[in-house]
């Protein structure tokens, strides 16, 4: 990222505050590699349906979770390396985007050059976000939002981008904080194993 777009918000207060609520998150966190995924509540970006997000594990299959919102750089950057793995992979996994509140808002730690969208204050609000970052980019596994609740992202630590693998229910890869620790890489590496010794893999503890 060009240091103009960010040199002038570094060591504000926005900025602080935007990393003290991530640190929060972190260790508040209920969701931890070996454990049961914890079932958060999900909402359709069109604001019709409810779901829970074990609903989306189907039988042994591993469920790719991504965690991200379009103000977040990082995120938008890398999107399509994220969506080409859900391609290469298909055949032995499931993905699931899950949009969180922003990353970088017009009323917070705001970046220069970067997409204009205030934080959220309404679930609606949350669900243009989403359309606007799906009008961007044609996505090729589920997109859902996180209520304003904020479910998902205080069970998991997703703000502001996150990874993480489950399967059976239970968390398989717990990826570190973005967006340093956002590794697809790792992500990758994980997929391929499954697809060559998928016995192995699924028996694993």
């Excluded at 609606?124 to 209520?147: G, Y």
Aim: aromatic share 10%; hydrophobic share 35%.
């Amino acid at each position: 990222m060009p240091r103009e777009d960010y040199w002038d918000s570094l060591f504000t207060w926005s900025m602080f505050s935007s990393k003290r609520s991530s640190m929060l998150l972190e260790l508040q966190k209920t969701a931890s590699r070996g454990k049961i995924a914890p079932d958060s509540q999900l909402i359709s970006v069109d604001g019709k349906s409810r779901y829970r997000l074990l609903e989306f594990c189907r039988g042994n299959r591993p469920l790719v979770v991504n965690f991200g919102s379009w103000t977040c750089p990082v995120f938008r950057n890398r999107v399509n390396e994220f969506l080409s793995i859900v391609q290469e992979f298909s055949d032995v996994a499931d993905f699931l985007t899950i949009y969180i509140e922003e990353a970088h808002p017009t009323n917070g730690w705001k970046l220069e050059n970067n997409i204009t969208i205030p934080q959220h204050q309404t679930q609606e609000e949350r669900s243009s976000a989403a359309k606007l970052m799906l009008d961007s980019v044609k996505f090729n596994c589920p997109v859902v939002v996180d209520t304003m609740a904020n479910d998902a992202n205080k069970a998991y630590a997703g703000m502001p981008i996150r990874l993480y693998i489950i399967q059976r229910n239970q968390i398989q890869y717990a990826g570190g904080m973005g967006p340093t620790f956002y590794n697809l890489t790792e992500v990758r590496q994980r997929l391929q194993s499954i697809r060559i010794h998928p016995k192995t893999t699924r028996h694993r503890a």
